[in-house]
């Protein structure tokens, strides 16, 4: 049971975050700067889960969390909060939306995978190397990476590739610090990725006020990825180990294909179609493991 949980909460971060890439292009093209989008999503997002816990009682419970895990949820949010979503939004910037969740999730599996051997002292077995090969395999027919690559801007590359390491970080420290799960640690978090945002925004000195659509657009990723994705991402960390989680995260990419499909009348090729099951191939056989 607590396996089958694990996977359905791995499984709804990847669609929730396969909507970070339509929001955040949508948002720059009505003029809001990369670190902008960062900051204010997740201030929103803030908000929102600390109203909610003040209106539940568990405010108080919060307060005590931070008391007593402040560090940890310092050291993970710089990586899972700061590197991840300053670098991610950044990157949308520069290069198109598929070649950074390639990029990202390529780096953060190989991140997580090459960090659980060094922190948990783990060796990896056929099966795990095997199906991260096939994962990997499957994202590069996916999205034709060989020609997207080469045209996209090496700074979007570079940005991609840093936000995939921040993630593929906090995928391993968070199991090994034990930060738990639930709405308390995902505002946690939030909190300090909050305020390691904030530093671009007093940088820039002006001080940037969305208007309405822009807070639309603000409010949907703020509740859908920044909320719904982290949640279901740290909770999945509590009954799953970190590799696994990342691997079924992989399916990112091809609800990212579908949900460009549906809103962007973009079609898949028959190259997408074949990373896509090559993808969940790879999940198949981790998951039977």
Request: contains cysteine; proline residues 2%; aromatic residues 12%.
């Amino acid at each position: 049971m607590n396996k089958f949980l694990g996977l359905t909460c791995a499984l709804l971060a990847a669609i929730f975050n396969a909507m970070i890439g339509i929001f955040s292009v949508k948002l720059i093209s009505y003029g809001m700067q990369p670190f902008e989008i960062a900051f204010y999503k997740c201030l929103i997002a803030l908000i929102m889960i600390s109203t909610y816990l003040v209106v539940t009682g568990k405010f108080i419970a919060w307060v005590n969390y931070l008391k007593r895990n402040y560090i940890k949820i310092a050291i993970c949010a710089l990586f899972g909060f700061f590197v991840l979503y300053f670098f991610e939004t950044n990157a949308y910037n520069y290069s198109k939306v598929p070649v950074v969740v390639f990029l990202l999730l390529g780096s953060s599996t190989i991140t997580t995978f090459v960090l659980s051997v060094i922190l948990n002292k783990k060796k990896l077995h056929r099966r795990e190397i095997i199906t991260c090969i096939i994962a990997i395999l499957g994202l590069g027919f996916v999205f034709n990476a060989g020609e997207n690559i080469q045209h996209a801007d090496l700074l979007g590359i570079v940005f991609a590739l840093l936000a995939g390491i921040g993630y593929g970080t906090f995928l391993t420290l968070g199991p090994i610090f034990r930060i738990g799960s639930g709405l308390v640690v995902v505002n946690s978090l939030m909190l300090f990725g909050t305020a390691y945002l904030s530093i671009p925004i007093i940088l820039h000195v002006k001080i940037f006020v969305p208007n309405l659509h822009q807070l639309s657009l603000l409010l949907g990723l703020a509740l859908l990825p920044t909320i719904g994705g982290f949640w279901c991402t740290v909770k999945a960390l509590t009954l799953l180990e970190s590799k696994t989680v990342q691997l079924i995260e992989l399916t990112e990419p091809v609800i990212s294909l579908v949900s460009a499909f549906i809103f962007l009348s973009q079609a898949l090729g028959y190259r997408q179609l074949l990373g896509g099951t090559l993808v969940l191939c790879a999940i198949y056989i981790n998951a039977m493991k």
